[in-house]
């Protein structure tokens, strides 16, 4: 599977925001997180780094 969990920064921890992230779409307040299952969340966040070797994505509130 090529899907990734997605992890809000929270100070110094990252908590889990969304499991098996699809697809990733900007939208005119943030992203929008598309599951493999179709569930959506929209959050006002920035990518702030992605590893895709270990399916990780990292979001920051703006």
Known sequence: MCEA?????DGE???LFMESVDTIEPYEH???LVDIFG???FIN???KEMT?????ILL???
């Not at 895709?52 to 990780?56: A, I």
Request: avoid cysteine; charge should be positive.
């Open 60 to 62: 920051e509130k703006f």
């Open 45 to 47: 966040a920035q990518i």
């Open 13 to 15: 921890k990252n908590v």
């Open 52 to 56: 895709l070797l270990n399916h990780r």
């Open 5 to 9: 969990n997605a992890y809000l920064k």
């Open 39 to 41: 569930k959506q969340k």
């Open 30 to 32: 943030g992203l929008k």
